[in-house]
């Protein structure tokens, strides 16, 4: 049974800073996607993914520069470093993993599962 945990999630003045954790289980972890999505008003949006087999990274426009993406291969643990947050940042950050092909690293239906998502609040 696969099983994705996120941790890390807070609440933060603009600028601060937050790290995300996602641990992997039961889960084919290399040489697939993994990725951050964060819950809007009316559409899950790709934040980052990583491809781990070869740490392939990608990230949305509005956070490039500002968040960093990373593995961890020893502990199946994936990482989203978030830095000079914004209060457009604020949302439920989930992660998810692929099990097959991805079309586009930030399509939710390509990803097969996902965590149970972690808040992050950033006020101004």
């Known amino acids: 049974q696969v099983k994705l945990v996120e941790s890390g999630g807070g609440s933060v003045q603009a600028g601060g800073s937050l790290r995300l954790s996602c641990a992997a289980s039961?889960?084919?972890?290399?040489?697939?996607?993994m990725g951050w999505f964060r819950q809007a008003p009316r559409k899950r949006e790709g934040v980052a993914a990583i491809?781990?087999?070869?740490?392939?990274?990608y990230y949305a426009s509005s956070v490039k520069g500002r968040f960093t993406i990373s593995q961890d291969n020893a502990n199946n643990t994936v990482y989203l470093q978030m830095n000079s947050l914004k209060p457009e940042d604020t949302a439920m950050y989930y992660c998810?993993?692929?099990?097959?092909?991805?079309?586009?690293?930030?399509?939710?239906?390509?990803?097969?599962?996902w965590g149970q998502g972690t808040q992050v609040t950033v006020s101004s």
């Open positions: 998810a993993a692929a099990a097959g092909v991805v079309l586009a690293w930030d399509r939710p239906d390509d990803y097969n599962y």
């Open positions: 491809y781990t087999g070869r740490g392939y990274t």
């Open positions: 039961g889960y084919t972890y290399r040489n697939n996607y």
